[in-house]
């Protein structure tokens, strides 16, 4: 088994200092060559997949990648279509764009497209997620209209991820700690990513900004800064 790589960013995707991530990313991919599918689920609630999933093309071909392709993948019957399943099968870099997290989980959990990007995965293909798509990878997800914590898609066990966190996200450090007194809380700030590209579960954050870990063992008010080109350590599921 040759289990790939996972990239987690904080929002504000597609310029600035995204390209140190992303780019790192499609190194992982096999290269400028390799096949990255863009999916636009979590845009779908507000009718935003379209303009998001073109952004997201546009930008990824703007690093030189020469084969970016977006996903119709908008909710659970589109995730259980043939020619849905086969994009993402065929994929390298399979990037969940922001939007909506509930509505993401909600629609690819348990389906023929998320089966295939668990198998793309461990056959050595890097998921990344951006914001919502970062959200939905954990065990834990919280769903900001619901205001509730709800199980996510367990790549990154015990931990849940605040995107946006120099902007809104550090505010809710303190609610998820109460709700998931024992989950690691993984605050990324905007432009900002990390990526699982080391062995032993150790992670390198990339980009303009922090990696903010909220260990079960720290109060909310003393966590751990990791700043760009340092390294932290966080478990995946294979």
């Known amino acids: 088994m040759d289990l790939g790589h996972i990239t ?43 303009r998001a999933g073109e952004n ?5 071909t703007s690093l030189g990648a020469t084969n970016v392709q977006v996903v119709p993948l908008l909710d659970r019957d589109s995730a259980a279509n043939d020619s849905v399943v086969e994009m993402v099968t065929g994929a390298k870099l399979i990037y969940l764009l922001g939007g909506f997290p509930g509505h993401l989980c909600q629609s690819i959990r348990n389906t023929p497209a998320w089966e295939a990007m668990r198998a793309a995965l461990t056959a050595g293909a890097v998921i990344a997620g951006s914001s919502a798509g970062a959200m939905v990878l954990c065990e834990h997800l919280y769903d900001p209209r619901s205001k509730q914590v709800i199980e996510g898609l367990g790549l990154i066990p015990n931990a849940c991820v605040l995107p946006h966190h120099n902007n809104f996200g550090q505010g809710w450090a303190q609610q998820l700690r109460d709700l998931l007194p024992q989950a690691t809380l993984v605050g990324i700030d905007e432009e900002t990513g990390m990526i699982n590209d080391l062995s032993d579960n150790q992670w390198s954050v990339h980009g303009a900004g922090r990696v903010t870990l909220y260990a079960p ?16 350590r966080l478990n995946v599921v294979p």
Request: charged fraction near 15%; aromatic fraction near 4%.
């Open 217 to 232: 063992d720290q109060p909310v008010s003393h966590p751990t800064i990791h700043l760009p080109g340092e390294l932290l």
């Open 8 to 50: 987690l960013e904080g929002g504000s995707e597609f310029g600035g200092q995204m390209a140190a991530p992303d780019l790192r990313s499609i190194e992982l991919a096999g290269g400028l060559d390799a096949p990255i599918a863009i999916i636009p689920t979590a845009a779908a609630p507000d009718n935003n997949h379209h």
């Open 56 to 60: 997201g093309r546009r930008w990824f």
